[in-house]
């Protein structure tokens, strides 16, 4: 049987890029997300007129907040129960700071914010992880859990401390739950870069701002899809050694390797998607 994925944030973005991928691949997928709208959008529309009608039957879904342990142990129960399996989990699901976005420094961000995005970024990892643990270890030949980093891990510009925290613990827990879980179920981390998916949300911009420093305490995130990638400027382009900005697809591929084609003998490792551009010495003119 084709092995069946669980993907957190798969109602936009690289998880629902992903979730294409690999249903356009035979696989099963179990998507989930915290925004209705995007999920109701993503599983009963878009991905019922992409897909080829032997492949219809292939995906389930289910509302799921990554902080909320209830839902957590109920989507996970709801896979296996359809499936009859959990073979990978990927842990996608992430959200960024308002006050990053409106650019506030730190000593003016409320502690509650900082906790916030690691509650949902890096203890929702732990969370989900958790509950998934029972099933994958009996997936044959090993279960896999891939964990979405960010190269904000160890790349950063001004007011990013919630993002980076949890996206550079979320590659120190890959580490230690990869010697934790073997053999059993080998653990992956990916850290994309720039990667344009804004053509897989329902909007297609954030608000200005000035608009959003009014309001701090809205979820502008769940009511409007940010600009990954935003600007598809040559400048853009030519700033990646490999000449582009990232796809979807490119993550997409690098999940089902590390899943599926990877012989066996990886685990623990953070893999850096960025088109190489960690990689250029670049100072102001």
Known sequence: MPKVFFITGAGSGIGRVTARYLLERGYRVFLTDYNTAFLDDTCTKHLPSALSPEFQSNFKWALMDTTNHAQVVDAIKKCANEFGSIDVLINNAGINSQYM?????????????????????????????????????????????????????????????????????????????????????????????MVDVRSER?????????????????????????????????????????????????????????????AGFTTGGTYLVDGGYSKTLVYPN
């Open 101 to 193: 976005r409106a650019g506030i420094r730190m000593d003016q961000v409320p502690t509650s914010d900082f906790e916030h995005v690691l509650q949902v970024n890096l203890v929702g990892t732990y969370r989900v992880s958790q509950q998934a643990i029972p099933y994958l270890a009996k997936s044959p030949g090993g279960g896999v859990i891939v964990n979405l980093s960010s190269c904000r891990a160890t790349q950063q510009g001004k007011h990013g401390e919630a993002y980076t925290a949890s996206k550079a613990g979320i590659e120190g827990l890959t580490m230690a739950m990869s010697v934790s879980l073997g053999p059993d179920i080998r653990v992956h981390a990916i850290s994309p870069g």
């Open 202 to 262: 329902d909007e297609s911009a954030l608000p200005d701002v000035n608009t959003i420093r009014e309001d701090l305490s809205r979820d502008f995130q769940s009511e409007y899809a940010p600009q990954w990638g935003a600007g598809k400027s040559q400048a853009l382009h030519d700033a990646h050694p490999v000449g582009r900005i990232g796809k979807g697809d490119d993550v997409a591929r690098w999940i089902e390797f590390l899943s599926v084609t990877e």
